[in-house]
Nanobody
């Protein structure tokens, strides 16, 4: 189960941090990612992080967004973060947390887990 939070309204140039609550077991067997979808547009990959910490970013967010993970240490809880800085109106979208099994080739989304989405709106 993936539960996102942290979306909202922010001014041009502002920052937001999105959170995706999950568990350590998921982090170990899934590539974690953030996607976004703006009205009338296709869902777009924003950032990914592999179980061994390798990150990748979409060209439009490189240098502005950072994906990271945190584990609680006390229980099985874990969180995937998306730190967003230098926000622009073009970043306005619903942001989705995604978990893609490491054993499934990219592009095959049938086994993926998705969160419910969180709205990010950037005013000009």
């Amino acid at each position: 189960q993936l539960v996102e939070s942290g979306g909202g309204l922010v001014e041009f140039g502002g920052s937001l941090r999105l959170s995706c609550d999950t568990d350590e077991r998921t982090l170990g067997i899934y590539h974690m990612a953030w996607f976004r979808q703006a009205p009338g547009s296709q869902r777009e990959l924003v950032a990914t992080i592999s179980p061994d910490g390798v990150t990748e970013y979409g060209d439009s967010v490189k240098g502005r967004f950072t994906i990271s993970v945190s584990v609680s240490g006390d229980n099985d809880d874990a969180t995937v973060f998306l730190e967003m800085t230098g926000l622009r109106p073009a970043d306005t979208a619903v942001y989705y947390c995604n978990a893609h099994p490491v054993t499934v080739p990219r592009g095959q989304y049938g086994y993926d887990l998705w969160g419910q989405g969180t709205q990010v709106t950037v005013s000009s």
